[in-house]
């Protein structure tokens, strides 16, 4: 989708230019002529790395997807590493809920995240694009459960995969009461969280 080379920091300025626009407006009134006035890089440079102007969207949606679940995979692979007991474990999901749903960012980057599934679903390139991303992430946290299970604090009935599986469609489904007009508080939503969690501890 975009070409590599020593043109690496000419498409980061391209696409971090495209994501702050994403994040604040649809992707119909993303203009390249624009991009290009803001970044100072040349018309023809941008055509050339990205081959359209859907090509760089689709580029700047597999960033700003990718960035967003490593970002959360950081934080918890981090925030495991002293995990010991059921405690330990009930401890870190807190904090997770903290960062996961109670801001206004957290809300936007769902949001966002939504946004960029539903574009996949009708751009075939994207669409394998992100397949391949969103299979990264699920290996990567099915990995990070797996060393709680091995630890004993996790119960080991369910595979580890379905358990990551069903824990980003419980935070992506945010979205679905993000936008009714009478949602559940942060608060609401995160103590529903933390009980069905809890049916996974060892306590």
Known sequence: ???????????????????????????SLIRIPDICDETGINYGSVYHHFGSREGVIDAAYIKMFNEFMDEDIAFIRSAIEDVKNADDVL???????????????????????????AAAATRPQLKVSIGLSQN????????????????????EDVPARSVAVVLQVFLLGRVLDDISINPLSNEEFRDAATYLFLSLVKL
Do not use: C, Y
């Open 91 to 117: 401890s870190v999901f807190a904090k997770f809920g903290e960062t996961a749903f109670m801001t206004e960012e957290r809300s936007n980057r769902r949001m966002m995240r939504a946004r960029i599934v």
């Open 1 to 27: 989708m975009v070409k590599q080379g020593r043109s690496t920091p000419v498409m980061q300025a391209v696409l971090e230019a495209v994501e702050a626009r994403l994040m604040t407006t649809d992707e």
């Open 136 to 155: 990264r992430v699920t290996e990567e946290i099915s990995q990070l459960f797996e060393i709680l299970q091995q630890r004993g604090v996790v119960k």
